[in-house]
């Protein structure tokens, strides 16, 4: 696990408007180790485009780290990083305490989420006789490629639109828990406010990008894919 955090020259955790560095640390064994240290600071005078620059640059030096710990957000700061995909984390105790809490409380998430997954799979699985009309073939991702490819992609936006009684996690949940896959191309109009937690769940990684005028792509991969790519 990686876990960004905002502090201070004496290496406390800080306000992310106090002078200060990102530490990004990763959870080997035990011991949580420095992997790099980031430049970062907002002006009191930057306006909300300043503010969304600096985090932009930021988010990428994160890696694939999404957990960002500092003393207090500023609300506009909070909602951006949120935006961004990163879990904001507030605290005054000392650093490394709550590097374990805050590892300790997103593994119990994590496992929450998956239990919901599986939960939600085998009520997906008593709801299929259920669907009327819908051929449940045309709710699935689509392989691309030949048999082995291991390649899907799924138009969220089109499926939705022609059958507004389904939603997202029905369709996106079942298919990334329960099938093995190289990866996933998706089309959809938002995130899902649930995405980057089943994401962290399932271990999977998932690159987005901005569609002018369509919405949004996501690129899912297993982790241990990409990891070995």
């Not at 560095?21 to 485009?49: H, M, N």
């Not at 089943?198 to 901005?210: G, S, Y």
């Amino acid at each position: 696990m990686k876990i960004a955090a905002y502090v201070d020259a004496e290496g406390e955790i800080a306000r992310i408007s106090d002078k200060g560095v990102i530490l990004l640390f990763e959870q080997s064994g035990e011991v949580w180790k420095v992997r790099k240290t980031i430049r970062f600071g907002l002006r009191p005078d930057d306006g909300l485009a300043e503010i969304h620059a600096s985090l932009a640059a930021m988010v990428p030096e994160l890696e694939d780290c999404r957990l960002f710990l500092s003393k207090s957000v500023r609300g506009v700061v909070n909602s951006l990083l949120q935006e961004m995909g990163v879990q904001t984390w507030q605290s005054h105790g000392p650093l490394f305490t709550q590097l374990e809490t805050i590892a300790r409380k997103e593994n119990e998430r994590a496992q929450q989420a998956a239990k919901d997954a599986r939960a939600e799979r085998r009520r997906t699985r008593r709801r299929r006789h259920h669907l009327d009309g819908s051929d449940l073939d045309d709710i699935r991702p689509v392989l691309v490629g030949d048999d082995d490819s291991g390649h899907f992609r799924l138009d969220l936006v089109r499926l939705l639109q022609d059958d507004p009684g389904l939603n997202s996690w029905d369709i996106l949940i079942p298919f990334l828990a329960g099938t093995p896959f190289r990866q996933l191309d998706l089309v959809c109009d938002h995130i899902p406010r649930w995405f980057s937690r089943a994401m962290r769940a399932l271990a999977m990684d998932a690159e987005i990008m901005e569609l002018p005028g369509l919405g949004v792509a996501a690129i899912i991969t297993p982790k241990q894919q990409a990891e070995a790519t």
